[in-house]
């Protein structure tokens, strides 16, 4: 067993598309949120807190922009009232080996934004497009 923590730049997702490669995976957050009841009668003047619902941050996925390459328009424009794809998403962080040593798994899926890059005329970096997806759970796996 290693003494050291993992790094967090070696993972890949399945998102239900070609395989792709991200730069960036960010908003792999869940949130209990809490309900405070009172009952009247109680003779302590504090409120209970008691585990309720669960809520889910959005995901943001970031990655170059390739030439005639349009899966993350084509995921978005087929968004349409009350017609939705969606897709479940699984986020893997790797070893050295290629395995996986975390695995995120991401539940019903669908894109709410598409943002193109930047254009800067004096700029020096690599076309950066994102996009961001709502779910209805994530999990989180230790294989």
Not at 57 to 81: C, H, P
Not at 92 to 97: A, T
Not at 132 to 143: N, R
């Amino acid at each position: 067993m290693s003494n050291y923590p993992l790094p967090k730049f070696h993972f890949e997702v399945d998102w239900g598309g070609t395989r792709i490669g991200f730069t960036e995976v960010s908003g792999l957050t869940v949130e209990t949120e809490v309900i405070e009841y009172r009952e009247g009668s109680n003779p302590e003047y504090s409120k209970v807190k008691m585990p309720g619902m669960q809520k889910f941050g959005n995901i943001t996925l970031k990655r170059g922009t390739f030439n005639a390459d349009n899966q993350y328009y084509e995921w978005w424009n087929s968004v349409q009232m009350n017609t939705i794809e969606r897709r479940d998403i699984i986020i893997k962080l790797l070893n050295e080996e290629h395995e996986p040593v975390m695995v995120w798994k991401v539940k019903n899926a669908w894109p709410t934004k598409v943002q193109s890059t930047d254009l800067k005329a004096d700029g020096n970096e690599v076309a950066i497009e994102t996009l961001e997806v709502v779910h209805e759970g994530l999990t989180i796996d230790l294989p």
